[in-house]
């Protein structure tokens, strides 16, 4: 059966695999020079930055001596562009507190409804607290996700202070004994300045709530946004530690090796990927299968 990430990825391999079949297709002959070529423009095309494409290609057909395949080397070198993503060792504290920033639109609050039903479904108690006080509709869209997920959701009046409710969900987590508490932010884009402060307010605020708090600070990214996404990534790693990405919307794109210049250029795990709207559509990123997909010749694979 068709894994989930390779059937998101599908928009971008229909991009990509056009391209790639022409060099290398059974029978095709090409030198390695217009294999090379045809590689860069192939990756190009799906949103992979030049620079990730140069280190990917550099002298690539010295890997590939020993019969080793041009694509087999792809795939390793592509393979090895993500940081170690070890599991975290011992019991999680609880409750495990995470925090997840990112622009608006980009996937956060339904990000956060996904990994919560999981969790529920696997028996855990949480709460979702919406520190996003500036749109009343983001605090309504988490409070329907709290109501499907089963746990508690906090809130407070428009406008409050973000951090406060932060501080509250950790508190109320923490007095409840809750297994984890998920606190969703706000991303206005246009006054940039005052959200990187709001975000290291919410951050240092939680650590005083509960000591080593937050335990995992995941930026969502929307895969449709390709290299902008990229450039908006650097503002946020600025304001506060991120330990990871979560990659929405990969369903939806053709620019999908947005993941390549991501690891190339973030040096961060991605953790999640989101490759539709409902809840087993949030799933965990395999890079090995993300670049067999990726170089895939087979559109209906
Ligand atoms: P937020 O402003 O960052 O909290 O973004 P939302 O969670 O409100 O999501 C914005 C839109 O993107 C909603 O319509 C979601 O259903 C949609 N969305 C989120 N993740 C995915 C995904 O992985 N695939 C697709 N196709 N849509 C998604």
Redesign the pocket.
Known sequence: MMGKLTAGLKKTRTALSGRLREVFAPGAAHDEEETLEALEEALLLSDVGLGTIEKLLARLSKDARGGTSLVDALKGRMTALWPENPAPEGPPPAPWVHLFI??????????IGKLAAKRTAAGQSGLLGAADTFRAA?AE?LEIWAERAGTAFLRQREGADPAAVAFDSVQVGMSKRLDFVFV?TA?RLHVKHNLMAELEKIYRVIGKAMEGAPHQVSL?LDATTGQNGLSQARRFLEAVPVSDLVL?????TAKGGIALSIADELQLPIRMV????SVE?LIPFDPGEYVDALLSLDNDA
Do not use: Y
């Open positions: 990112g622009v608006n639109g980009v996937g956060k609050t339904t990000t983001a869209q969703d991303g969502v929405t919307k990969l369903d939806g989101g490759v539709g709207e559509d």
